[in-house]
Structures are given as structure tokens and as C-alpha cells.
């Protein structure tokens, strides 16, 4: 079966530190992957998303950025964090495809509450 | 990127009540979703609607998309405590092949009090 792993699941950095939150997932290969950003009890805002090594399309100008280094692995940096950045950052991948036909469903990990300080 | 709006933005009721849920969009969606979120975690998928029309129900959720493929409602009957979260719509874009992306509504807070 197929999961998702994201952390760490809370985090604490000081205004102009640098950032790395990580999310790889198992049990499936070339997925599409996503970095949301949700204020509290609220929508999702997408940030980045992937759909192969190496390709990342950005949502949002900003101070984020995001990497695909291998299939399944996604990260998101910051060289210096600002007070907006914090927020609950939400990593989701989906298949694309499944059984011949197109499976759009993302599948969640269980987010980061980032607050900067 | 295309704009979703959902409607209304919090909602209170009392256990046994009925309610609806709107999301609406100026543009065509290739299809839908509506996911439920419960806190401090990532949401879950509900349902996925794809026909223009297409009514779904998920025991006493029913989920309906426009004709139009630019909207969508949620209707609850008989609402309980357990259907408390945050309900939120997602439209698909396509962009070719595998490549879409999802974009989310800014969510239906939803309290049932016993």
C-alpha cells in the first residue's frame, strides 16, 4: 500500500533561519507531488507542485522553493524565513493514472505547523 | 489559475438538521472533488465528480455537480456530531497527459452540537 511521510510535525524557527521540510512517499512510482499551505481552518493554498524529477511548477511568487532530487521525494526550503511563512504546510501526492484510467485523488500527509518567531 | 468559492464559509448546527454546502466557479473544471478535514490533519478524499449533472451519495451525503461543470453542492441529511470538519471542494485542471493540479476552495466550517 501507498503512504506518505511528512516531517517534522510541528517546528519552531527564528525569523531569517533557513528551512527544509521534507515528504517522500512508498508503494508507488512517478507520482505527481504538491506543497499546499493552509491558514488556520482554511482553505489550501497551492504552492508548488511536480510532476517528474526535476520539474517543479511554482503557484505563488515567494520566499519558498521546492526540489524533486528523486521520484519520490519532495522538499521545501526557505534561505530565510519570514513572520508569513508560518502556516500548516501540507505535502500531497496522486497517481495520474490508475487501471487506464485518470485517478486525480491526492492522498495527504499529516502536515507541518510551522511558526516563525 | 481558476477560482473556487465556497459558501457558506462557517456553519453551526444542531444534530439531526439538514444543510448544503456551495461551490461555485466562473470556469469549467474538468472535474471535482470534495475532500473532509478534520484537525491537525491532512484532508481526506470524499468524492470525486466528473459528468455535468452527476448526483453521488455517500450514505447521507449527496454530492451534485453543475451542469455546467463550474459548480457543485454538498447536502447533508440528518447531520451528526461525527460529520464536524472542515469540508472542502477541489477542481481539477488538466494540462495534458498526467499533468493537472487540484485548487482548493477556502473550505465550509462545519460544527453539528449534539
Known amino acids: 500500500s501507498q503512504t506518505i511521510h511528512q516531517w517534522p510535525a510541528t517546528l519552531v524557527q527564528p525569523v531569517g533561519s533557513p528551512l527544509s521540510l521534507e515528504c517522500t512517499v512508498e508503494g508507488t512510482s512517478n507520482p505527481n507531488l504538491y506543497w499546499y499551505r493552509q491558514a488556520a481552518g482554511r482553505g489550501l493554498q497551492l504552492l508548488f507542485y511536480s510532476v517528474g524529477i526535476g520539474q517543479i511548477s511554482s503557484e505563488v511568487p515567494q520566499n519558498l522553493s521546492a526540489s524533486r532530487p528523486q521520484d519520490r521525494q519532495f522538499i521545501l526550503s526557505s534561505k530565510k524565513l519570514l513572520l508569513s511563512d508560518s502556516g500548516f504546510y501540507l505535502c500531497?501526492?496522486?497517481?495520474?493514472?490508475?487501471?487506464?484510467?485518470?485517478?486525480?485523488?491526492?492522498?495527504f500527509g499529516q502536515g507541518t505547523r510551522l511558526t516563525v518567531v | 489559475t481558476q477560482l473556487l468559492e465556497q459558501s457558506p464559509q462557517f456553519l453551526s448546527i444542531q444534530e439531526g438538521e439538514n444543510l448544503t454546502v456551495y461551490c461555485n466557479s466562473s470556469s469549467v473544471f474538468s472535474s471535482l472533488q470534495w475532500y473532509r478535514q478534520e484537525p491537525g490533519e491532512g484532508p481526506v478524499l470524499l468524492v470525486t465528480v466528473v459528468t455535468g449533472g452527476e448526483v453521488k451519495k455517500l450514505k447521507r451525503l449527496t454530492f451534485q455537480f453543475g451542469d455546467a461543470r463550474k459548480d457543485s453542492s454538498l447536502h447533508i441529511t440528518a447531520a451528526q456530531p461525527g460529520d464536524t470538519g472542515l469540508y472542502l471542494c477541489?477542481?481539477?485542471?488538466?494540462?495534458?497527459?498526467?499533468?493537472?493540479?487540484?485548487?482548493f476552495g477556502k473550505g465550509t466550517l462545519l460544527t453539528v452540537n449534539p
Open positions: 477541489a477542481g481539477v485542471e488538466e494540462s495534458g497527459g498526467s499533468n493537472y493540479k487540484l485548487t
Open positions: 500531497a501526492w496522486s497517481v495520474g493514472w490508475s487501471g487506464g484510467a485518470k485517478n486525480t485523488e491526492a492522498f
